[in-house]
């Protein structure tokens, strides 16, 4: 998809949905949407930073998939916190939290969501984001 500045025109940030399954990035997308937030998508992790890269200054939070093939989830949130050490970041797996963080390289996520997870725990996560920018 080709993202121009036109399609970030929101009184709200942006977030960018980083997952390489498409039903989950789908469904994601939907929710947030339904909530009234804009949403950038990618499938991949290298695809992910390039888009935040690009466009950081529309991208208020990132919803990151831990396991991901290639270009893991740990490895893009090292990658996204070099270019912007407060940018607010949810790592979501089926893993624990306690395993997730022990994968991580040294860069932390802002919080965690649990797979699977429920619309309205989906929601809250970036409500109390909003709260806090």
């Given at each position: 998809?080709?993202?121009?500045p036109?399609t970030?025109?929101s ?7 980083i997952?390489?399954e498409?039903s ?6 939907e ?9 950038i998508t990618?499938?991949t992790?290298r695809n992910?930073v390039?888009l935040?890269?690009q466009?950081?200054?529309y991208?208020?939070?990132?919803l990151l998939?831990?396991?991901?093939p290639?270009?893991n989830g ?14 607010y970041v949810?790592l979501?797996s ?10 991580c390289l ?6 965690f969501?649990a797979?699977p ?15 806090k920018?």
């Amino acid at each position: 998809m080709l993202y121009t500045p036109n399609t970030f025109k929101s009184v709200r940030k942006s977030i960018l949905i980083i997952d390489d399954e498409y039903s989950i990035l789908d469904i994601s997308r939907e929710i947030l949407e339904y909530a009234g937030f804009k949403v950038i998508t990618s499938l991949t992790g290298r695809n992910g930073v390039d888009l935040y890269h690009q466009y950081k200054e529309y991208i208020g939070a990132i919803l990151l998939d831990m396991n991901m093939p290639f270009f893991n989830g740990a490895e893009t949130l090292e990658e996204l916190k070099a270019i912007n050490p407060e940018l607010y970041v949810v790592l979501t797996s089926g893993s624990s939290e306690e395993d997730v963080s022990k994968r991580c390289l040294g860069s932390y996520p802002t919080a965690f969501l649990a797979k699977p997870f429920t619309p309205e725990k989906l929601i809250e996560i970036f409500s109390v984001m909003e709260e806090k920018q």
